[in-house]
């Protein structure tokens, strides 16, 4: 008679504790497509570095029209734990010889980083510039 | 249930009313995604933000394709990714959660005003062998064939063994592949058939050409095609494809029952449904 073998997975290791970063940017990716009716939306794509265990998690700006999609921000997630995590522009918005960076232990602090982030002036700047050359090609009625 | 629509709109401008037509063949036939042709991005841009109610979270995204297709997709469609392409078509695959992936082949083939029909044939072949080689890459072979082939069912391209080698029989087709000089080739099953002659249910094919002095004229004709891999046949019903004639009462066939450019395009748009 077969033995069944039982499932040795720890179940506390299948709950999400809070929103993780991929969570928190998706979600920035998503609320950007409601205010343009998804003329432009964010999306967001994971990388594993070498090491397996630690990951960088990226927002794309992402225009169809315009077929334009560029990384924006980037945050770095460590060790395995969502966090803390390295907040990190790319260059898209980086000024000549300056980064801007942030270090965030929770889900908080990444969502006031941000949204820091994109009030900063040259964020805003080419945001609108996407956002306005998408309405030029589909006007609003 | 998947449900796709495709329509060559013949270059319409969103001025001129397509995108509201559009927009209700969405609605009426509830379709996850949108392919056309001869299609600008202002049209689709402006379809977007029809189906897109401003400061609501959109239902619809636009999918970037490197063909000359313009395909539409449900957000809710987990992923739509482009796996094969060329100038006349795309193809994609449909991860869908817990729902079977689908692989989808939107086309819009190079003219007959451009080409001959052998050049045709020949490319429609080229395409087969994309779709076969995207069957490989995805392991499964739940395609689906949509678009303006610019070729008949008939059509060496599309009936022969080394093209989509797409058959009119659903029992036919159910024998997945037929040998022919000693290789194997996978059957699509071609629905488009039941649409010739006026015995069909709607009218005699998608676009009409009048016969301007030509010896061989068929008049009618049906470019636009669905055709499906036998893998989906359990999933496919007798009224899973249909050429739409009507969009929330706008009649898009003029007085004597041809695509009317005025209030539509020249071709009717087709539907395909499969209950997966």
Redesign the interface.
């Known amino acids: 008679m077969a033995t069944s073998i039982p499932d040795l997975w720890p179940p506390d290791i299948f709950t999400t504790p809070a929103p993780t970063p991929i969570a928190v940017l998706r979600r920035q990716g ?1 609320a950007l ?3 343009t ?3 432009v ?1 964010g999306e967001v794509e994971t990388t594993t570095n070498p090491d397996g265990k630690s990951f960088t998690h990226t927002l794309y700006l992402s225009a ?2 315009l ?1 334009y ?1 560029r990384p924006l921000l980037n945050v770095d997630q460590t060790q395995p734990q969502a966090y803390p995590a390295i907040v990190w522009e790319a260059d898209l918005t980086r000024p000549p010889n300056d980064r801007w960076s942030r270090e965030v232990a929770n889900e908080e602090e990444l969502q006031a980083c941000i949204q820091e982030f994109l009030n900063e002036p040259r964020v805003k700047n080419i945001l609108r510039s996407v956002i306005n050359m ?1 309405n030029d ?5 | 249930m998947f449900c796709a629509v495709f329509w060559n709109i013949g270059g319409k401008s ?1 001025r001129q009313g397509i995108v509201r037509l559009i927009t209700a063949l969405q609605r009426q036939e509830d379709a996850d995604v949108i392919a056309l042709a001869e299609c600008s ?2 049209v ?3 379809l ?2 029809g189906l ?7 239902e ?5 394709t490197q063909s000359r297709v313009k395909v539409l997709a449900r ?1 809710a469609i987990p992923e739509v990714r482009e796996i094969e392409h060329h100038r006349y078509y795309s193809i994609f695959q449909l991860s869908r959660g817990k729902l079977p992936s689908l692989n989808l082949a939107v086309v819009h083939m190079v003219s007959l005003l451009e080409k001959d029909a052998a050049h045709i044939d020949r490319e429609v072949e080229q395409f087969a062998e994309a779709i076969r080689k995207s069957e490989e890459t995805i392991s499964h072979d739940r395609t689906i064939v949509l678009g303006d082939l610019n070729a008949h069912p008939f059509s060496e391209g599309v009936a022969g063994s080394v093209g989509l080698h797409g058959v009119m029989s659903r029992r036919v087709a159910s024998r997945t592949e037929r040998p022919a000089s000693h290789r194997l080739y996978p059957f699509f099953f071609n629905p488009m058939w039941q649409f010739f002659g006026d015995d069909a249910t709607g009218p005699a094919g998608t676009y009409y050409r009048a016969g301007k002095g030509d010896h061989l004229a068929f008049y009618w004709h049906l470019f636009d095609q669905v055709l499906l891999r036998p893998s989906l046949l359990p999933f496919y019903q007798d009224d899973s494809v249909c050429i739409v004639t009507k969009i929330a009462g706008t009649n898009l066939a003029g007085r004597d029952g041809t695509p009317d450019r005025e209030s539509g395009s020249d071709h009717f748009p087709i539907r395909v449904r499969v209950n997966c």
């Open positions: 998503e497509g409601a205010h009716q998804n003329l939306h169809p029209l077929r999609r998408s090609v589909a006007p609003a009625e | 969103h991005d202002g689709i841009g402006s977007l933000r897109n109610a401003p400061g609501r979270p959109p619809y995204t636009i999918v970037p957000q």
